[in-house]
């Protein structure tokens, strides 16, 4: 069975600080990447995805990912934070299977973003 | 707003019984899947149907089902509720029903048990 281990639950960064949050899978076959965010009260909204193709993706409001095949990671990073980013960031893998779509959820980390 | 609703958004109700919460994917979507969100299991994948059909099962308790109806719209029903129940429950909806189509969530539905 597939999982997805994020290590680090909780991050505290000053503003314009740079972020990289760390996600590791456990999956031997062909795997699509995500990362999703739940800013407080609200639903989980996509940042960003790999599905194939260039390792570094670009995601929305400056957000990044780097696929790292052979260390099975899909690291998430952004340069320069602001206070808005305060939310809880979740890694999340499918695996191509026979049937299905289930995605797979790492534990979540709880980013403050102190102004 | 990502264009999949869910009702009610709070439900607050007693151990032993049975509730059903409801979920309407965006337009054009087949595919509904549901999750729970717990501070003990963090985000757990339940189950996904696809235009009607069952299509992938996870640590969906006996206790729990759902259903996808011929307008797509799905429902989930969870009976003899426990006091572990209480959780966030996600429905997420997609085109199709494969690993390459993007899974968009709705707001979230809160169940407290007491």
């Known amino acids: 069975a597939q999982s997805v281990s994020q290590h680090n639950h909780h991050v505290i960064l000053s503003e314009a600080a740079s972020l990289e949050l760390g996600c590791n899978y456990s999956y031997g076959g062909t795997v699509n990447l995500f990362w999703y965010v739940q800013y407080p009260g609200q639903h989980l909204q996509l940042l960003l995805k790999?599905?194939?193709?260039?390792?570094l993706v670009k995601g929305i409001k400056g957000f990044e990912a780097e696929f790292i095949k052979s260390k099975f990671s899909f690291n998430l990073r952004k340069p320069s934070v602001q206070w808005s980013d305060t939310a809880e960031y979740f890694c999340?893998?499918?695996?191509?299977?026979?049937?299905?779509?289930?995605?797979?959820f790492g534990g979540g980390t709880r980013l403050m973003v102190k102004p | 707003d990502s264009g999949v609703t869910q009702t009610p958004k709070h439900l607050i109700t007693a151990t032993g019984q049975r509730v059903t919460l409801r979920c309407s994917p965006r337009s054009g979507d087949l595919s509904v899947y549901w999750y729970q969100q717990s501070l003990d299991q963090g985000l757990q994948f339940l189950i996904q149907y696809y235009n009607g059909e069952e299509r992938a099962k996870g640590n969906i308790l006996e206790r729990f089902s759902a259903q996808q109806f011929p307008d797509l719209h799905s429902e989930l029903n969870l009976s003899s509720l426990e006091l572990g129940d209480s959780a966030l429950y996600f429905c997420a909806s997609s085109v199709g029903d494969r690993e390459r189509y993007e899974q968009y969530f709705g707001p979230g539905t809160r169940l407290t048990v007491t």
């Open positions: 999340a893998v499918n695996a191509h299977r026979n049937a299905g779509n289930m995605l797979t």
């Open positions: 790999y599905f194939s193709g260039d390792p």
